[in-house]
């Protein structure tokens, strides 16, 4: 008739995350959000034409993609981690072209924050951006793969 509860708690490596595919859903709408809202709708063309090879329409449209690749897999990341270090190599991939952006073009800033102010605080703020949660995805495909041995 009465279940008796253990207040032993429970290893901390067995518990079952919660915020693992918090973090997924955080990443899509980072990046589904963020290219509308950087873009605004897709009606800015200042992304493109100061960094025409990642961010064309048709690179931002990727970047919606990949944002939709990651809700996707926010239930089921333990049984892809495989996928999951391809997100963290794609991530990674984007920091070393904002880093390259930014070593070529940082003095322009200034005058970009002038003339529009978006603009220039997405091109701050992308590379470390995607830098956490290259390192988010990182951390949890390694831990599942560690996991499976």
């Keep these: 008739m009465f279940t008796t509860i253990s207040m032993t708690p429970m290893p901390l490596r067995n518990r079952p995350s919660r915020w693992i595919p918090a973090g997924f859903v955080l990443a899509g709408a980072a990046n589904i959000g963020g290219v509308l809202l950087f873009s605004l709708g897709f009606s800015n063309t200042r992304l493109g ?47 070393y072209t904002w880093a390259d952006w930014m070593r070529q073009h940082a003095e322009q800033l200034p005058a970009l924050f002038g003339e529009s102010p978006l603009t220039a605080a997405f091109f701050v703020i992308y590379g470390p951006n995607d830098l956490l949660f290259g390192l988010f995805f990182a951390t949890v495909a390694a831990a599942r793969l560690l996991r499976r041995h």
């Design 49 to 95: 034409e100061l960094s025409p090879l990642v961010f064309s329409p048709f690179g931002l449209l990727c970047i919606m993609l990949w944002g939709l690749a990651y809700l996707a897999v926010a239930g089921g990341y333990r049984h892809v981690p495989w996928l999951v270090a391809v997100f963290a190599l794609e991530k990674f991939a984007y920091v």
